[in-house]
C-alpha cells in the first residue's frame, strides 16, 4: 500500500500534482518595451538627417534602476522633447522617460530669449529653485484606444537677476503640462520594415510662462508617436515633420 501510495505521489509529482496551470513561457528580448543595454534605433528626418538612439548603461538614483540612453548627434540643449529623454525605466505596466534635467536646460536657455528685448545688453542670471520631477509616462498598460492619461505636470519657478544686483531680480514661472491618449491601432509601414500592431499615441503638450507680468504665455505643441510593441517608437509627427526607424538592432540573451 506505501509502494503505491509513493508511486502515486511521484506521478502527480511528475505532471504538476494535478494542478491544471499552463506553464507561463520564458519572455524573450528584446520585451514589450526594450530595455536591454546595447539596444540601438537609427531614425531619419524629414529633411533626410539621421540620429541614433542606444542604451549605453544602467543606474541607480534614490533605489531605483534607470536605463540611460544616448544620442548621436547629441540632442541640443534648447529642445525640450519628451520624446527624447536622458533616462528611462519599464515598471510592471508602465514606461517613465526621465526628463527633469531637460526641464532645466530648456528654462535656463529659454528665458533669456523671451526677454532679451527687455533687458538688451543687460548680463542675466537665471536661477532655477529645486525642484523633484515627476516622471513622464509614456505609456500604460493595458494600451486600448480612446485611452488618456496626464502624462507629465511640474511647475517651475526661479527668478531674474540683473547685474548681479539683488534689488533688480523677478520672479518668473514655467507651467509645463502633457497629456496622452491611444487614438488608434493598426498597421505601419516604414524603412525599417512593416509592424503590423502599431499604437498611435497622441501628445498634447503646453508651456504656460509667467514673465514681468501677470498674464501668462502660453505655447502648445502637439506630437503624434507610433509604438510597435517589442521594438519601441517606429514614427513621431510633430511641428518638425515626421521622423521613422530606418534600422534597429538588439542584444541577444542566453538563457540560463
Not at 538612439?53 to 540612453?69: A, P, S
Request: proline share 6%; glycine share 6%.
Amino acid at each position: 500500500m506505501r509502494l503505491t501510495s509513493l508511486m502515486l505521489c511521484g506521478i502527480f509529482i511528475l505532471f504538476g500534482c494535478g494542478s491544471d496551470e499552463t506553464p507561463v513561457p520564458i519572455e524573450q528580448m528584446p520585451n514589450y518595451f526594450p530595455d536591454a543595454v546595447g539596444s540601438r534605433w537609427v531614425y531619419r528626418n524629414t529633411d533626410g538627417s539621421e540620429w541614433t538612439r542606444e542604451i549605453i548603461d544602467g543606474t541607480n538614483t534614490h533605489g531605483v534602476g534607470y536605463k540611460v540612453f544616448t544620442y548621436t548627434p547629441p540632442v541640443s540643449e534648447t529642445e525640450l522633447n519628451h520624446l527624447k529623454p536622458d533616462a528611462f525605466r519599464v515598471a510592471d505596466s508602465q514606461v517613465f522617460f526621465i526628463i527633469g534635467e531637460k526641464i532645466d536646460r530648456y528654462v535656463q536657455n529659454e528665458i533669456p530669449i523671451l526677454v532679451q528685448d527687455e533687458f538688451e545688453g543687460l548680463e542675466l542670471d537665471i536661477t532655477v529653485a529645486p525642484i523633484t520631477y515627476p516622471e513622464f509616462v509614456f505609456f500604460q498598460l493595458p494600451l486600448t484606444p480612446s485611452f488618456q492619461w496626464d502624462a507629465f505636470r511640474t511647475d517651475v519657478n526661479g527668478s531674474i537677476v540683473l547685474q548681479n544686483l539683488v534689488l533688480l531680480q523677478f520672479p518668473f514661472e514655467v507651467d509645463v503640462s502633457v497629456k496622452g491618449e491611444v487614438v488608434a491601432v493598426g498597421s505601419l509601414e516604414t524603412p525599417a520594415g512593416r509592424f503590423e500592431e502599431t499604437y498611435q499615441i497622441e501628445y498634447q503638450t503646453e508651456i504656460a510662462r509667467t514673465l514681468l507680468s501677470t498674464e501668462a504665455e502660453t505655447t502648445q505643441l502637439h506630437q503624434t508617436v507610433w509604438f510597435a510593441p517589442h521594438v519601441g517608437i517606429v514614427k513621431i509627427e510633430d511641428e518638425r515633420g515626421v521622423t521613422e526607424l530606418i534600422a534597429y538592432t538588439f542584444p541577444q540573451t542566453i538563457e540560463e
